[in-house]
């Protein structure tokens, strides 16, 4: 099985940042995309960054500019800086990656971390 663990999140004003963490382990072939996505209250999950194991990127557009994902393929492990945080990013952060393992590929997510941005 693969497990996925997050780190980070918690209370910041609003204009602040905080960086996530997020590392991937189990039995691991490679891994081909990680990345975060976002629940508010009241809303429908979000992809807010992704990463590929080359290094290419996909960001929300609400999030372009002001977030930056970032991957460190030999320890399994993905970065997603915000800065610039808004009330509206307000959210459980899930981290979740597209896993090949020995007995075939599947998408694992990690279990959440909070993230509030206070005004």
């Known amino acids: 099985q693969v497990q996925l663990v997050g780190s980070g999140g918690g209370l910041v004003q609003a204009g602040g940042s905080l960086r996530l963490s997020c590392s991937a382990s189990?039995?691991?072939?490679?891994?081909?995309?990680m990345g975060w996505s976002r629940q508010a209250p009241g809303k429908q999950r979000e992809l807010v960054a992704r990463?590929?194991?080359?290094?290419?990127?996909d960001y929300a557009d609400s999030v372009k500019g002001r977030f930056t994902i970032s991957g460190d393929n030999a320890k399994n492990t993905v970065y997603l800086q915000m800065d610039s945080l808004k009330p509206e990013d307000t959210a459980v952060y899930y981290c979740?990656?597209?896993?090949?393992?020995?007995w075939g590929n599947g998408d694992y997510r990690g279990q959440g971390t909070q993230v509030t941005v206070s005004s």
């Open positions: 189990g039995r691991i072939s490679s891994i081909n995309t």
């Open positions: 990463i590929t194991s080359g290094g290419n990127t």
């Open positions: 979740h990656a597209n896993v090949n393992t020995p």
